[in-house]
């Protein structure tokens, strides 16, 4: 299986509109190598609509490639890179022909609890937190998880796992997040068993899919 590499962005000064155009041609490049199985682009473009509060963990960052089939020396340059795999828990039909999907997508960069190590932290993401999520949070459509396996650039936040929340609409993240006050529970009161939350980030972004390669991600 071909690895996974995370590519983040740091915008600068650069305006929000040219910054999400640059990105979006350099995925569609990227997506044009017939060797590439994913290239998924989310980027704050200055178009997310997210509430305020979905960047309750300020980031550095403002955007995230997602490629799997290249080769790391193919990959465009960042402000940190990763490789990992993908794992998609909860899929909505999106396309793949580069076009804007619906709604927002909110990138979650994350860090283990300090009791475990980062094969236990997987383990429980994968076999605990993705079924505890699913059946808590009725507005996320869409729910990945990419564990990191290495940190590809120097100096770069040691993240051990990125996670993807996509909501159709801000409705769905506001009023539908979680299934009333049981679900915000057992979402909060399971990610205290596997999580730092003081060293999480979350990242709003604009989705642009040109590539993917997981089931049941086709419309």
Known sequence: MSDTYLVFFER???PADVFGK????TAAQLAADERARDVILLVDDGEVGAPDSATAMPSPSDAMLVVTGLPADALPPGTAVYRGSRRVVKARPRGRD???SDGFTIICPSVRAGFLDHAAFDAHWRDNHSRVHVDSSPGTCHYEQLPVDEVLTPGAREWDGVGLL????ADDYTERMFDGERGQTAIFEDCDRFLDLAKGETIPASEYVYKDSAAGSGR
Request: neutral net charge; charged residues 45%.
């Open 98 to 100: 580069g076009a804007r």
């Open 166 to 169: 996509s909501f159709a609409t």
């Open 22 to 25: 640059r990105l979006r041609d």
């Open 12 to 14: 600068g000064d650069e």
